[in-house]
């Protein structure tokens, strides 16, 4: 994949293509109109480190064009969830975080969402984190599933005509 510094301006507008939501803070991120650091940026998806770090590393991965949360997601969102985490697995290992027993990948289900934008919580190590966070971010909760929970729903699912 493909690195920009945040000066850069992604290949793919989603503000010119009509896929940006005026009122969502990730698409403002992304967009560059908040002046948060993006760590990756590329054509399709972005990162940034999350405003209230629940681990000693705590990132976030987000499609560049509006996605809803990922209740909304259909079979064919699979490639783009693989792609998120293959980039959270990227922005880990270059930050010296090899263990990957230690990381936990996931997203919050609605109706727990603070953004409806779709976002991969990237937290490791796992093991750091304090009560609170490890209940926010718990396994096997009404609120929180992991990538590969997602993607497995999302196989499942029945193809759509």
């Not at 560049?64 to 064919?76: F, I, Q």
């Not at 922005?91 to 976002?119: A, Q, Y």
Request: glycine share 4%; proline share 6%.
């Amino acid at each position: 994949m493909a690195e920009s510094s945040q000066n850069d301006i992604p290949k793919s507008n989603p503000a010119a293509s009509g896929e940006y939501d005026k009122k969502c803070i990730f698409c403002k991120i992304v967009n560059k109109e908040m002046g948060t650091e993006l760590l990756h940026c590329d054509e399709e998806i972005s990162c940034f480190k999350d405003i209230r770090p629940a681990a000693p590393h705590h990132y976030l991965v987000v499609p560049n064009k509006h996605v809803g949360n990922c209740k909304s997601l259909t079979k064919e969102h699979v490639p783009l969830v693989k792609q998120m985490v293959e980039l959270g697995k990227d922005m880990l290992e270059k930050n010296n975080i090899t263990n990957l027993s230690d990381v936990r990948f996931g997203f919050h289900w609605p109706p727990f969402c603070s953004v409806t934008h779709l976002h991969l919580h990237v937290l490791a190590p796992v093991s750091q984190m304090g009560y609170m966070s490890r209940l926010i971010y718990k396994l096997n909760s009404y609120w929180f599933i992991t990538a590969d929970q997602l993607i497995e729903m999302l196989n499942s699912k029945e193809e759509t005509n």
